[in-house]
């Protein structure tokens, strides 16, 4: 009920608001999107699964990991659960949401460093205390190494050390839409374009 009436809805109005992406602008390769609730066992708590022809998204799933959100508090609107390191649902789809918005828009989404699809996906709902752990913990070296070599799958840099990327980029940029502009030239460009 919460996926239908609030989560999805409001996680791509975020996206919007702070992108100006969606399944509906001119040029998007995808417009919709299957979802998948799979126990998957793992560490893994969702992730998007696209389908590429070429350079261009063709299909796309959710896939969301129920082994961490068989048991969320039905009161919570933010769909806690008491899972250890699941956090809320409504977070993970927003997160989850933003790459799958930018993997329909922008042509060689695969290409993008690992720190620009997972700070983006960050940025768009805040960092965590995870991830504010991570970033009190990194060093000018770690974010030489982040930018040099895009970033370790399965690590926390690429998250917090993107996150802090554009949020430095949008501070710069003097807040005026810096995001929506940064991802303009990547939708007119591709992932490339970086």
């Not at 799958?153 to 949020?167: D, M, N, W």
């Amino acid at each position: 009920k919460a996926l239908n009436s609030e989560w999805i809805g409001s996680s791509l109005d975020l996206i919007k608001q702070a992108y100006g992406l969606s399944f509906n602008e001119d040029g998007t390769s995808v417009r919709t999107m299957d979802m998948d609730f799979e126990n998957s066992g793992g560490t893994t708590l969702a992730y998007v699964q696209s389908s590429v022809s070429g350079n261009k998204t063709v299909k796309l799933s959710l896939r969301v990991n129920m082994d961490f959100y068989n048991a969320l508090n039905q009161t919570d609107v933010n769909g806690s659960t008491t899972t250890p390191g699941a956090g809320y649902l409504d977070r993970t789809i927003a997160h989850e949401l933003t790459h799958a918005v930018m993997s329909a828009n922008i042509d060689d989404f695969a290409s993008l460093k690992l720190y620009i699809t997972e700070g983006a996906a960050e940025l768009t709902h805040g960092v965590d205390d995870e991830r504010v752990a991570t970033l009190k913990s990194m060093t000018s070296s770690d974010y030489s190494s982040l930018f040099s070599s895009g970033g370790t799958a399965g690590t926390q840099q690429p998250y917090a050390g993107g996150y802090a990327f554009l949020r430095y980029l949008n501070v710069k940029g003097g807040h005026d839409h810096t995001m929506q502009r940064f991802m303009r030239v990547l939708d007119e460009q591709g992932g490339g374009a970086i």
